[in-house]
């Protein structure tokens, strides 16, 4: 399996996010590619990979639906394998990423050691329209800490959904991007844009590992 790895990872990095990406695109989407980017400028080294459908996808240009849960966090599982062996016990290694991925992260978090943190990057609280299907039940088995970015107008979870999962949502640490959708992208009325989003996001990381890891 090809790695993405930033320029300083092979240098004994302090602190090392292995970055998933979502459903539909792939890992070297503009998203990933500007979100590794801030990352790496706020000390962050990011490591990506592909789940196997879309290394099928990069092979014959056919699109797939994502793979199985168990497929997903087997491949997952691989790559920090490999990183926490290439890094040791001196660096500080994160899980997370883009929507699905970093869902995959939070699952693998709440059931392996060895995970110093989480960092979910617009988090997929439920289907779009289907607030009734929550998809936090495993967040009190992460006993490490997690961290979510989310934009306030994701059709995946906005804040006026949070209501009445206090309880789940109990030691995550939820950051809100104001005006960010699914993408991070703003309103065109707002004078943020959405790679501003993005760096506000990484900055953000950088707080949550300075404050809690």
């Not at 790895?5 to 092979?10: L, Q, R």
């Not at 989407?29 to 801030?38: D, G, I, Q, R, V």
């Not at 906005?158 to 960010?180: D, N, V």
Request: proline content about 7%; charged content about 25%; glycine content about 10%.
């Amino acid at each position: 399996m090809e790695l993405i790895k930033t320029k300083g990872y092979g240098n004994e990095p302090k602190v090392v996010l292995i970055l998933a990406h979502g459903a539909g695109a792939p890992a070297d989407s503009t998203f990933m590619e500007e979100l590794s980017a801030a990352l790496e400028q706020e000390g962050i080294e990011t490591v990506r990979f592909e789940f196997p459908y879309m290394q099928k996808r990069r092979l014959d240009g056919k699109k797939r639906p994502p793979d199985r849960e168990s497929v997903l966090l087997d491949c997952f599982t691989r790559v920090v394998d490999q990183v926490l062996s290439d890094c040791g016990s001196g660096s500080r290694v994160l899980v997370g990423g883009k929507s699905m991925g970093g869902r995959m992260a939070s699952i693998l978090a709440s059931r392996r050691e060895g995970i110093d943190g989480v960092a979910c990057f617009g988090y997929p609280f439920h289907p779009p329209g289907k607030p009734d299907r929550w998809r936090t039940g495993h967040f009190q088995d992460v006993s490490c800490p997690m961290l979510v970015l989310q934009g306030t107008r994701d059709p995946f979870g906005k804040p006026s959904e949070m209501a009445g999962h206090e309880q789940e949502l109990e030691g995550i640490r939820l950051h809100w991007l104001e005006g960010g959708n699914h993408d991070f992208q703003p309103l065109k009325s707002q004078p943020q844009t959405q790679k501003e989003l993005i760096v506000a996001a990484a900055r953000e990381t950088r707080i949550f590992v300075d404050e809690r890891l």
